[in-house]
């Protein structure tokens, strides 16, 4: 999936599904755009440096003294794509900002990960409570006489 200024677009790839399946193609390949574009640690900290306010790529670039800014303005594009950035026009330049709204899907997908998690460690926790609550109504435990002295 392409996420385009106009909307979005299916690839050919995309488009070959299996005949008579119906799929949600948009959702599936938008999260994992967004996946993918958070993947990359700089795309992550230009991500994290937008947070802090609207920059142009120049800005951003000084950011990234390691990269060559070809590279940067690649990880913009990646970044757009994905809809976690927002370019307006400034002049000649164009100033940046973060949308946080496509992270969302990332905190959803986290949540239910978490919450399986917890669900795991919640119901551990009650087998035990019932053990315990068995084993003490079951009476004292049996001690041997040579360890007791």
Not at 28 to 54: E, H, K, Q, S
Not at 106 to 115: D, K, P, S, Y
């Amino acid at each position: 999936m392409v996420r385009t200024t106009g909307g979005t677009r299916s690839t050919a790839r995309e488009a070959a599904g299996t005949p008579g399946q119906t799929r949600n193609i948009s959702v599936t390949y938008i999260a994992m755009d967004v996946f993918g574009a958070v993947a990359d640690p700089v795309r992550r900290r230009i991500v994290t440096l937008l947070a802090g306010g609207p920059q142009t790529a120049g800005t951003l670039a000084a950011a990234f003294p390691e990269i060559s800014r070809p590279a940067v303005s690649r990880h913009l594009r990646v970044l757009r794509e994905a809809g976690l950035i927002a370019a307006e026009p400034a002049g000649r330049e164009r100033r940046y900002r973060a949308d946080p709204r496509p992270l969302q899907e990332i905190e959803g997908w986290l949540a239910t990960v978490r919450g399986q998690r917890w669900e795991q460690r919640l119901d551990a926790l009650s087998t035990e409570v019932h053990r315990t609550r068995r084993d003490r109504a079951a009476g004292p435990p049996v001690t041997d006489a040579r360890s007791a002295g």
